[in-house]
């Protein structure tokens, strides 16, 4: 899993933008977006500069990116 702090995002729709971004890289990827934090959890096969993009693409600022512990979404399930 990746978290990736993102800014600008302000409500649902900003929640429904980047999970659409995230999902047009990668339909199976799973995002969870903490408003309050600004905050954005993925799990995906796609790789992290790929999502990292896509955010950005969708009109937000990703000023970090942290990768989880275990990285289960690198293997072939
Ligand atoms: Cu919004």
Redesign the pocket.
């Known amino acids: 899993m990746i978290e990736f702090q993102v800014e600008g995002?302000?409500?649902?729709?900003?929640?429904a933008?980047v999970t659409k971004a995230i999902q047009a890289h990668d339909a199976t990827a799973r995002v969870q977006v903490d408003l309050a934090q600004g905050r954005v959890a993925v799990e995906s096969v796609q790789d992290a500069r790929v999502l990292q993009a896509a955010i950005d693409e969708a009109g937000y600022t990703v000023k970090g990116a942290v990768d989880g512990a275990t990285n289960r979404a690198a293997g072939n399930v």
Request: glycine share 0%; charged share 0%.
């Open positions: 995002m302000s409500c649902q729709h900003c929640v933008a």
